[in-house]
Nanobody
Framework: QVQLVESGGGSVQAGGSLRLDCSAS????????MAWFRQAPGEKREGVAS????????KYADSVKGRATISRNNRDNTLTLQMNSLQPGDTAIYYC????????????????????WGQGTQVTVSS
């Protein structure tokens, strides 16, 4: 079992930047694919970015391509999402998630494929 705790959320004006972090514990962090999701009130949970166990493969939602960078540090068991040029549409609760898979060819942005979740951190972007 892996435990996940997000941090780094807050309020920012449109055009600003935020760095979200996720700290993992309890299991070997590097054995899991990781991802960031977000959910705004009244909307479905949406995949933002995912990363393979060795950081060789990443995937981004079209809505954040060119503005978001996902990375991981398997030495200190942390996952990071750097977001730039933030827009009001980025306002949501952001969650980190983990899944253990038998392959590392592709990552997933489907929430149903991730069994381990953090508690979330709020990001608010004002216009």
């Amino acid at each position: 079992q892996v435990q996940l705790v997000e941090s780094g959320g807050g309020s920012v004006q449109a055009g600003g930047s935020l760095r979200l972090d996720c700290s993992a514990s309890g299991d070997v962090y590097s054995a899991y694919q990781m991802a960031w999701f977000r959910q705004a009130p009244g909307e479905k949970r949406e995949g933002v970015a995912s990363i393979s166990t060795g950081s060789k493969i990443t995937k981004y939602a079209d809505s954040v391509k060119g503005r978001a960078t996902i990375s991981r540090n398997n030495r200190d068991n942390t996952l990071t999402l750097q977001m730039n040029s933030l827009q009001p549409g980025d306002t949501a609760i952001y969650y980190c998630a983990a899944r253990k898979v038998g392959h590392d060819w592709q990552t997933s942005l489907s929430p149903a494929t991730y069994p381990h979740w953090g508690q979330g951190t709020q990001v608010t972007v004002s216009s």
